[in-house]
């Protein structure tokens, strides 16, 4: 198969995903997507929902309009070398030991890195993951390699509630945690309508639909890298500060990352908006990404919803 040339690389706007901005409901999964975009110190997105519910597309089409290209996407079956480097088994071989770069760094190279079904990786695999995500920097100490790289890249990982949960103490280093959910009929009877129309204009070699889609597309993109570019100069004054606490606090968030977390989401959401300070209304709309999974309860399988009884804890503290 040497001789036989690549397939031509497919642009973006006609890649067989449906277009981000295309995309019917999930106005929750979207949001955590691109507040992770604008702030990857977030530290990732989890994503549960039964299956079909789109949660592959939805980050594949994320991925297409954010970095123009697929995310890299981690196997079920991945092993450490596999993920953080290793020696390339060729070159070994022939007695030549070349390094060869692992899932992470091409992920710093792409933009994104994908985990289906996340709970159905190996536990230290995913705390290595977390940990570079967190830190940004991969250090590696093993057989003859002693290198650190500086490493960035945002990371989301999907589950099935269905196949098993995540130890509390992995679900707690996922930044933001949203549920796929069902669609109204209504929006099930526009992804019906959106989904036919997609496949349709795929086979038009001039679809002012498609061109239509990528221009919003772009324009998302443009806007997204504008907040990031703003977020250092988003302020956050003490007693907003003193909501995130508090909030985190009566929900029963478990430790203080849920505090930080949801200050930076606030952060992010506020540079998203163009507003030049983070408010009481920015961290109340992110308090079910940043702390529904942060529960005690979470370490015992429950199910990770924000319901009306932790709207009511916390309703006071934004009157």
Known sequence: MSGT???????????????????VGQGELKLALELNFVSPRIGGVLIAGQRGTAKSTVVRAFALMSGGELPVTLPINATDDRVVGGWELDSLMRGVAKPQPGLLEEADGKGLLYIDEVNLLDD????????????????????????SRQLSFGLVGTMNPEE??????????????VSATELDLDERRRTITTVLAFEEELEN???????????????????LLAAR???GDVGIDEDVSGLCAEAAQRVGAVGQRGD???????????????????????????????LRHRRPDSAHGAALVWGPDDDDRVADLFD
Do not use: C, K
């Open 260 to 290: 930080l977390l949801v200050a930076r989401t606030a952060r992010a959401l506020a540079a998203r908006d163009g507003d030049p300070r983070v408010g009481p209304d920015h961290v109340r709309r992110v308090l079910p990404l940043a």
């Open 5 to 23: 040339p690549p397939p031509p690389a497919i642009p973006p706007g006609r890649m067989p995903i449906l277009p981000y901005s295309r995309i």
């Open 205 to 223: 070699e001039d679809s002012a639909w498609l061109r239509a889609a990528q221009e919003e597309n772009d324009a998302l993109r443009a806007a």
């Open 164 to 177: 098993g949960s995540l130890r509390a103490q992995l679900l707690d280093r996922f930044g933001l945690m």
């Open 124 to 147: 230290h695999l995913v705390n290595i993951i977390l940990d570079v995500v967190s830190t940004g920097v991969l250090s590696i100490q093993r057989e003859g390699i002693d290198v």
């Open 229 to 231: 570019d703003r977020l």
